[in-house]
């Protein structure tokens, strides 16, 4: 069965400290796998995608890592701010059919 | 602001009465969703239209009813409802829901659904 593990549930740190999620999925083959933020109250936004050859992809202070022989991905974050607070949400779409695979996120916690 | 719109943002319903949710998209896009979202859950898609014809109903029980009048508005009308049903749905759209490539779906904000 298709499923996207993350960890933790959720993480509390100081504004400024870096932190790291992870994302481990079982979806094989699949096609790309992207990283969305959740604001309390607001849709996901996406953040980076990643096809299957892609080992890493930035997008500002965030970092989306991507290990296929593993099947982990990470996101890090870095210099947290205090707007990082939010769900951070990894989803998977397969290559067999266009429905995607969705983590239950990790609720990142930013404090002053 | 996504260009992806929902209204009401917040209902409260009791489980003998009929609602409505609307979400309106200015995107030009193809391809509309219903998701349902719970507390610590994964997002569980309900619907799919591509180019106003559902093409994904996954197992939803019939006191869920979509409708999609055309390509930039989708309806989820709601009836008898149970508590287990409150949740976050969230509408979202993207260009073209049958590309494997990889299409982003942008997001509205969600209707907070509580029901009594």
């Known amino acids: 069965k298709n499923q996207v593990e993350q960890s933790p549930q959720s993480l509390i740190i100081l504004e400024g400290k870096n932190c790291t999620l992870q994302?481990?999925?079982?979806?094989?083959?699949?096609?790309?796998l992207r990283w969305y933020k959740q604001d309390t109250g607001r849709g996901p936004v996406s953040l980076t995608i990643?096809?299957?050859s892609e080992n890493t992809k930035s997008n500002g202070r965030y970092t989306a890592t991507l290990d296929a022989d593993t099947k982990q991905s990470s996101l890090h974050i870095t210099a947290s701010q205090l707007s990082d607070s939010a769900s951070y949400i990894c989803?998977?779409?397969?290559?067999?059919?266009?429905?995607?695979?969705w983590g239950a996120g990790t609720k990142l916690i930013i404090k002053p | 602001e996504t260009g992806v719109t929902q209204t009401p943002r917040h209902l409260v319903m009791g489980m003998t009465n009929k609602k409505s949710l609307k979400c309106e998209q200015h995107?030009?896009?193809?391809?509309m969703y219903w998701y349902k979202q719970s507390a610590k859950k994964p997002l569980e898609l309900m619907f799919v239209?591509?180019?106003?014809?559902?093409?994904e109903n996954n197992s939803v029980p019939s006191r869920f009813s979509p409708e999609c009048p055309n390509s930039s508005h989708l309806f989820l009308h709601l009836h008898t409802l149970q508590p287990e049903d409150s949740a976050l749905y969230l509408c979202?759209?993207?260009?073209?829901?049958?590309?494997?490539?990889?299409?982003?779906?942008?997001f509205g904000q969600g209707t907070r659904l509580t029901v009594v």
């Open positions: 979202a759209s993207s260009q073209d829901g049958i590309a494997p490539g990889g299409t982003e779906a942008f």
């Open positions: 995107l030009g896009h193809n391809a």
């Open positions: 239209y591509n180019f106003k014809e559902q093409t």
């Open positions: 994302c481990n999925y079982t979806v094989s083959p699949f096609s790309n």
């Open positions: 990643m096809t299957f």
């Open positions: 989803v998977v779409r397969p290559r067999s059919n266009y429905q995607l695979i």
